[in-house]
């Protein structure tokens, strides 16, 4: 059973920065892209970040670009996600998400974590 557990969330101020982890089982992930979305209160949830199990080819939204950084170790099955520099407006839940395709759409993603909730302080 293929499952995506999400941690590091929490409360920061703005400016500080967060580490987002995302642990992958269940399943071989080497043809996936690993993406990263997130949902604020009363908004539809959208793409953060992405990148290739694989390769590691990388691809953010132009909202986090420069802030936030996506990695992975293959050897533990993780996937990260760096913020730095956060703002009030990147206040969500984050959401860890594995596709076989080369999307950005929400619906082009086959698992999901359940997700983690980060807020910023203004």
């Known amino acids: 059973q293929v499952q995506l557990v999400e941690s590091g969330g929490g409360l920061v101020q703005a400016g500080d920065s967060l580490r987002l982890s995302c642990a992958a089982s269940g399943r071989t992930f080497s043809n996936y892209y690993m993406g990263w979305f997130r949902q604020a209160p009363g908004k539809e949830r959208v793409f953060v970040a992405r990148?290739?199990?694989?390769?590691?080819?990388?691809y953010y939204a132009d909202s986090v670009k420069g802030r936030f950084t996506i990695s992975k170790d293959n050897a533990k099955n993780m996937v990260y996600l760096q913020m730095y520099s956060l703002k009030p407006e990147d206040t969500a839940v984050y959401y860890c998400?594995?596709?076989?395709?080369?999307?950005?759409?929400?619906?082009?993603?086959?698992?999901w974590g359940q997700g983690t909730q980060v807020t910023v302080s203004s």
């Open positions: 990148i290739w199990w694989s390769g590691g080819s990388t």
């Open positions: 998400a594995a596709a076989q395709r080369l999307t950005t759409r929400e619906t082009g993603y086959d698992y």
